[in-house]
Nanobody
Framework: QVQLVESGGGSVQPGGSLRLSCVVSGVLSGWTFSNSPMTWYRQAPGKGREMVAH????????IYSDFVKGRFTISRDNGLSTVYLQMNSLKTEDTAMYFC??????WGAGTQVTVSS
């Protein structure tokens, strides 16, 4: 069973920054963190869940949704089984619950990000 725990959310003013972390633990036959792609999603109140950023197992290949390109950076530390989301130049529309995901395997419980003046 694989578990994900997100942290780093909070309340910031527009233009501020936050760094989210997602620690992955557990054991699953045929799966290892270092060989797994990872994805950050978010869900704002009253809206569906949307992909924010995706990173391949090598840490070099990444994909971003248009609404975060140039502002957010996804990275990973395979030695720590952790994936990060550095969020800069935050906007009020970035307010959402942010979730970490192992594709096809598990979700975290999420961490709340609120951007407000």
């Amino acid at each position: 069973q694989v578990q994900l725990v997100e942290s780093g959310g909070g309340s910031v003013q527009p233009g501020g920054s936050l760094r989210l972390s997602c620690v992955v633990s557990g054991v699953l036959s045929g799966w290892t963190f270092s060989n797994s792609p990872m994805t950050w999603y978010r869900q704002a109140p009253g809206k569906g869940r949307e992909m924010v950023a995706h990173i391949m197992s090598d840490g070099e290949n990444t994909i971003y949704s248009d609404f975060v390109k140039g502002r957010f950076t996804i990275s990973r530390d395979n030695g720590l089984s952790t994936v990060y989301l550095q969020m800069n130049s935050l906007k009020t529309e970035d307010t959402a619950m942010y979730f970490c995901n192992v594709p096809g395997i598990a979700w975290g419980a999420g961490t709340q990000v609120t951007v407000s003046s």
